[in-house]
Structure formats: C-alpha cells, structure tokens
C-alpha cells in the first residue's frame, strides 16, 4: 500500500513570508496531484504533475517533482491570508485504480 | 454548471440511527467516487462507482455501509446503525471518464451522538 507523507504537518507564518510543504512517497508517484482545502468545503485541484524533474508555476505557487518521481514539494511566495488552508498531495493509486490516495496535509494559517 | 452537489451539508444522527449522504455529480460526468475524512487521518478512499455498478468498493468497511450510483437519480453512501466512530466529513467527487480529473463536493458532516 502505498504511503504519503507530507512535512511539515502544521505552519502558521505572517503575511508576506515564503513557505515550503513537502510530499514523500513510499514507491514511484502515477500521477501527482496538489490539493487546497478550506475549512467546510472539498478539496481544489492546484496542479497535476507526472515527468520527473518537472516544474510549474501557478501564480505565487511553485511545483516541483523529484528526478525519481517519489517526492515532490510546493513553494508559496509572500503567502496572503488567502493562502490559509489545508494543502493535500495524492496520487492516482497503482495498478490501474482510478482512486486517488492521500497524505495527511499540511494545514497553513497565514496571519495579516 | 453547479458543480458536485452534496446533501445534506451536516446531519446529526444517535447512534443506531440510519445516516443516508447523497451527491449529484457535475452535468456529463458518470463516475462517482465517495472519500471520508477523519480527524488526523487525511482523505480515504472508499468506493468507486459509474451508473449502476460498483467498480472499487475496496474501501469500504464490510458492514453498515453501503453505496450505489442509480440510473436515475444521485449516488446515495448509506450507512446503518451509525456508531460514534462514523463521525467524520464524507466527501463525493465526480469525474467524466477513465484517468481524468475528479471534481469534489463541499463534504457532508456526520455527527452521530
């Protein structure tokens, strides 16, 4: 069964500091998957990444993928109130199922 | 396009009571899949569906709960004779097919007493 493990667990910074979430995973990631999600409500999809070495950028947000597709980490720039949330990575389970499996999450407070 | 609908938001059921989450899914899309989120514990899968068939129940505990996804109608998660430890926010998503991104509901908050 595959593991993900997301570092740290917990972060509360002030508005305009830089932060980095991480996301380790027992066997090669299929399909990487960044999530956000605010308090009441499901989780958004931020980013899906599946080339090893691979970067993206979604605004103030930076993705990046290990070489060997086993880890990952998320980058926020001058984080905002606004960023505050529950920041989930998950993959597209192995062997064929279309379920997605989920680290624990790293819950973000930005305060002003 | 209203999203992934799920109802009702919060429900509060004692224990031995009978606790019925239903989720309509975005317009066009035909699979439904049904995760739990407990305290500490992050988002677990549960079960997988497409209209009228259980594809992955691998999830599932193997009583008390059940799922099914209609022709007609929503997909409705049933759990019977809840207990204390079934608290927990359960969350639908949807997808339009095989190896695409899933959309999710706003969750349903079980609470039982």
């Known amino acids: 069964t595959q593991l993900l493990e997301q570092s740290p667990q917990f972060l509360s910074i002030q508005e305009g500091e830089n932060l980095t979430v991480y996301c380790n995973s027992s066997?090669?990631?299929?399909?990487l998957q960044w999530y956000r999600q605010e308090p009441g409500e499901g989780p958004v999809l931020l980013v899906t990444?599946?080339?090893?070495?691979e970067v993206k950028k979604l605004k103030r947000l930076t993705f990046q993928f290990g070489d060997a597709r086993k880890d990952s980490s998320l980058h926020i720039t001058a984080a905002q109130p606004g960023d505050t949330g529950l920041y989930l990575c998950a993959d597209r389970s192995q062997g064929g199922s279309e379920k997605l499996v989920f680290g624990k999450g790293m819950k973000l407070t930005v305060n002003p | 396009n209203a999203g992934v609908m799920q109802n009702p938001r919060h429900l509060v059921r004692r224990r031995g009571q009978e606790a019925r989450l239903r989720c309509s899914p975005m317009?066009?899309?035909?699979?439904v899949y049904w995760y739990r989120q407990l305290p500490e514990e992050g988002l677990k899968f549960m079960v997988y569906?497409?209209?009228?068939?259980?594809?992955?129940e691998s999830g599932m505990p193997k009583e008390r709960f059940s799922a099914e996804f209609p022709k007609e109608g929503p997909s409705i998660l049933r759990i019977q004779q809840v207990v204390r430890g079934d608290s927990a926010a359960y969350f639908c998503a949807s997808s339009p097919g095989l190896r695409q991104g899933v959309i999710f509901g706003p969750g349903t908050r079980l609470t039982v007493l």
């Open positions: 569906l497409q209209k009228e068939n259980i594809i992955d």
């Open positions: 317009k066009g899309h035909s699979h």
């Open positions: 990444v599946v080339t090893g070495g």
């Open positions: 066997s090669v990631f299929s399909s």
